[in-house]
């Protein structure tokens, strides 16, 4: 059993004793999640890009996108979730040696992993909520002809701020669309990747910020 499924056995169990047997009720929740991204990432890639002989260079980090999974213990209009968030994005440059005898491709491939806790208020259509994460950002870097692949993870805590708006399905599934703000409480450190890029320091970090939307369903009695 890996780290993440302990943590998320272990949380769900604390929740199921925290709220009373008789008005708990358990729903489980699954869904899709795409957020803007911005943590001046792009600036290194490009600096990169024009370093080399790319006839389609990597294409600017914008936006990612990934799945969600959790549990709300919930009773009455108060719930408790845990949650698993996974946000992805893949970079791709391609090049071609020998005149187009050669062709060849670079991937940066990035993502962003959070467990969470989180408090929810929610009526039958509107609701709010916070969640504080435990974040972990991946960066892999394969490029043609490197002896070595690139990779850097960087822990931090995150605050996501949420609404919910539910509507109402059949055979006892809900649709909720959450559409979300992710403060990180540190920043995002570019240097290793702009040093395995470029040999160079990276520009100032900054908070990977996201604006984010989830559609998600909740499976159980409500």
Known sequence: MNRSSSIFIWL????????????????????YNISLA????????????????????????????????????KADIHAFEVTYQNAYQRLQAKGDHNDGTGPYSDKIRLG?????????????VFGMGTDLQYQWYTSKVELFGAI?????????????????FTLEGSGGIDAALQPYY?????????????Q????????SGKKWTRFGLSVLFYNGNK
Not at 12 to 31: D, E, T
Not at 112 to 124: D, K
Not at 148 to 156: D, L, P, S, T
Not at 196 to 203: K, M, N, T, V
Request: charged letters at 15%; a negative charge.
């Open 12 to 31: 769900a169990a604390f929740f199921g004793f925290l709220l009373p047997p008789v008005n708990a009720q358990v729903n489980l929740k699954a869904g």
């Open 38 to 73: 911005d943590p001046g990432l792009n600036q290194v890639v490009k600096a990169f890009s024009s370093s080399q002989n790319y006839t389609s260079p990597f294409n600017q980090l914008s936006w990612m996108h990934g799945f969600e999974a959790g549990l709300r213990f």
């Open 112 to 124: 962003i992993q959070s467990g969470a806790i989180g408090y929810q208020v929610t009526g039958e």
């Open 148 to 164: 070595e692949k690139f990779k850097y993870v960087q822990n931090m805590l995150a605050l996501k701020c949420y609404l919910m």
């Open 182 to 194: 992710v403060l990180p409480f540190d920043t995002y450190d570019l240097d290793p990747l702009s």
């Open 196 to 203: 395995y890029l470029s040999q160079e320091a990276g520009p």
